[in-house]
Every structure is written in structure tokens, then in C-alpha cells.
């Protein structure tokens, strides 16, 4: 099939707005939040507009459906990612997600496998975004176990020279970014899944920024738990997922407890339904899981090799231009080998923020500042960046208007 990012654009309503004076929206922020076709939008109001009910519970037709829309919804994610349908927990965000599975180990008690105590080891990267570092500082704090990390190298890849004195005996967690939202460092996950088990610890992998980008199986990858958020992978806010190997999630105490996550109750107690309805509880996000559904339908029809060698070219394209520009300095990577179109840059003494707002008068959108990724920026040597990110729907052209904005920008600055 050959990829038209043209005919893609299309497909999302956004496109057809013009930004600040009637200039074409050039739209790179899509590692932030992603933008939305009107299969998504549809699925969304459709739920509302005819098939609105508590799922799960109600006795007539529209509980059904809604019903149907939901479980469906769990279907369509679990072949994205080839899971089992029962291994896949909707959440809120992957934020959620995250605290839901760091929350999770905290209650376990002891003679559980998840139990931590002091003594034992979490471990995470230097690359985390704040939602997969500081639910695990928490629960550092909570349990008594010890925090540590992988270092990031200068060019802005996990340092794994020292794996073996890092991920040890007493790791219990290694909480890893696939790829990172900052720096488009693709992580190699082999050597750490394999040391993580070779040593009983359970890897959980934050997928916010490959699940949209790139194939992931995680039958393949050997991984135990995984996240991403629906709204950077063309679907509603609102919406996560929280995938789990079942026989772990099986074994893992809730986060949330409440109505539809129970087996029976008393007065006195409560024991807990089979996942995923041990972590879904209250009456869920019906509606946002439908506008996930239709978005990883469109995106399994387009094709996520195709998206993922159309965001490489684009990546390639504006690495090669920036390394032409005076001043710009690119915090990351600057081939391809294992990277992704997540381009953050500093553009000599022109500030980040400065340089947004300049991009923004040019109808670009960029995103500044430190990313959610503070302790990344402060080993990278630098406060804030500026950072482009692509999708599907990104072409040569926005990258041109990039490249002419910091350059426009530049001379705006007097540099
Ligand atoms: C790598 C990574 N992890 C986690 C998150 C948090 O996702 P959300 O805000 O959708 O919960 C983000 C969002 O930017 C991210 O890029």
C-alpha cells in the first residue's frame, strides 16, 4: 500500500482549520497529545448518541450494546498488541496506569510475590517521563526499597555497562520507557528483559510513546506489564491501557476497589473478580473506549510498519536539515539506529519558550519546556528544549515550515 499523508490528513477534521490568521497548521506536537480522525469522533458521539448505558450491569438492550462496544473495544486493543482480551485493564491515562500497577505493589501483603520491603530493589531509567518515575519513587518511599536507575550517555542512549550491578538479586521492579518522549532514544529491551528475569524482577514497559508509532507485540518483547495512553495513538483523552501477563495480574491486589470489581461482599469483607474487572472499578470510560477502538481499527488498516517507515523518512529528513543549521543543537540521538521522531533541540541562546511562541505566530505547533522529564533535561545539560514530534499525518512540508520558522526565528532573535 502506498502511504498519502495528504489523503490521511483528510481524515481529521482539524486539518481543515487554519491557525493564528489563516496560516496551515503545522501540527508537531504529537507526542503531547495526538490529533483525532472522524472515525474516532464518530465512535465517540455514536456511544453517546445511541447506545449510552452502564455496562455490564443493566438487564436491556442498550446495556448490551454498550456493552458489546466495550468488550469489543478490549478485543480490537488486545490484537493491536497481541494480548489476551483478559490481560488488558482500561485506565484513565497511562498515568493512571502507572500508579494503578505502583499502588498495586504497595497493598500487596506479605507472602505475595509482589511484596516489597527494605532490602528490595525498584529500578528505572534516567529517561523516565515524571509518570514513570515518580509513582515509583512513592512507592520507594512507602515499602522501604531502594531506588535506582540506568544512566543516560551524553548522546542520549541507556547507559548499560554496569546491567548486572544495577538490575541485582534484590530488584524486584524495572520500570523502562520504550522509547522516550524527549529524546527518541528506541531502548533496548532484550539485555534488560533478560537480566530483569534472570533475576525474578518484572519488567513494566511505558509504551505512551511507541504503541502509536511502531508495531508492539508483547509476546515478543517478554515483558510483564505494559502501558500507553489512548490520546497519543489517534484516540479520546480519558483513556488508557494497562496490559498484564494474566497469571501476574492474576496474583496482583487492586488499586481502586469499589462497585463491579467484586466477586461477593459482606459487611466485613469483599473478594475481588478475575482481571480485568479486578482493576476496572466504578462504571468505566464506555464511550472513550469505543474512540479507542476505531482508532487502533484506523491505524491497524493503514499500517503500523507503514507509519512507522513514514515517520522514520520524516525523522531522518529533519535530522539531516538541522544538522545544517547554525546553533541548533539536538538533545538525543542524531541517527536513526533506534530512534523515533520525537526531535527535541536547542537553538543557541534563543529560549525554548521564546522560540514556541515565534513557531506559533508561524502556525507551527512545538512543544517547550522540560517534558515532564526534569531529571533528563538537568543530565543533558540543558533547562528546556523545544521538541518536535511526528505522526502519520506530518509531511515533508511541515518539516520545511520547521526548519524555515527556526530559521525565520533566528534572525527574529538577532543570532
Ligand atoms: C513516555 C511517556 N510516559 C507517560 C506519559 C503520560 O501519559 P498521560 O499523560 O497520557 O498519562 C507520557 C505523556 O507525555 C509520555 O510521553
Known sequence: ???????????????????????????????????????????????????????????????????????????????????????????????????????????????????????????????????????????????????????????????????????TEQTKVVAITHQSNVLGTINPLDAIVRRAHAVGAVVVLDACQSVPHMNVDVKALDIDFMTFSGHKALGPTGIGVFWGKSELLAELPPFLTGGSMIESVTMTGATWAPAPRKFEAGVPNMAQAAGLGAALNYLTAIGMDVIH?????????????????????????????????????????IHPHDLGQFLDSQGIAVRTGHHCAWPLNRKMGVPATTRASLYLYNTLDDCDALIDGVIAAQKYFGR
Request: charged share 25%; proline share 3%.
Open 309 to 349: 517507515t513514514h515517520e522514520v523518512k520524516l525523522t531522518e529528513y529533519l535530522l539531516q536539515k538541522f544538522e545544517t543549521l547554525t546553533d541548533v543543537r539536538v538533545i538525543g540521538p542524531k541517527n536513526m539506529d533506534s530512534r523515533g521522531g520525537s526531535i527535541s533541540f536547542t537553538c543557541g541562546e
Open 1 to 167: 500500500m502506498t502511504f498519502d499523508a495528504l489523503a490521511i490528513r483528510k481524515d481529521f477534521p482539524i486539518f481543515q482549520r487554519t491557525i493564528r490568521d489563516g496560516k496551515r497548521l503545522v501540527y508537531l506536537d504529537s507526542g503531547a497529545t495526538s490529533q483525532k480522525p472522524q472515525s474516532v469522533i464518530d465512535a465517540e458521539v455514536d456511544f453517546y448518541r445511541l447506545h449510552n448505558a452502564a455496562v455490564h450491569r443493566g438487564a436491556h438492550q442498550l446495556a448490551e450494546e454498550a456493552t458489546d462496544i466495550y468488550e469489543g473495544a478490549r478485543t480490537i486493543v488486545a490484537n493491536f498488541i497481541n494480548a489476551a482480551e483478559d490481560e488488558v485493564v482500561f485506565t484513565k491515562s497511562a498515568t493512571e496506569s502507572l500508579n494503578l500497577i505502583s499502588y498495586a505493589i504497595g497493598n500487596a501483603p506479605f507472602g505475595n510475590r509482589f511484596h516489597l520491603a527494605s532490602g528490595d530493589g525498584i529500578v528505572v531509567t534516567e529517561m523516565e517521563h515524571h509518570a514513570n518515575l515518580i509513582p515509583w519513587q512513592q512507592l520507594a518511599a512507602r515499602t522501604g526499597a531502594a531506588l535506582s536507575w540506568f544512566e543516560v550517555t551524553p548522546e542520549g542512549r541507556l547507559d548499560l555497562s554496569n546491567i548486572d550491578s544495577i538490575i
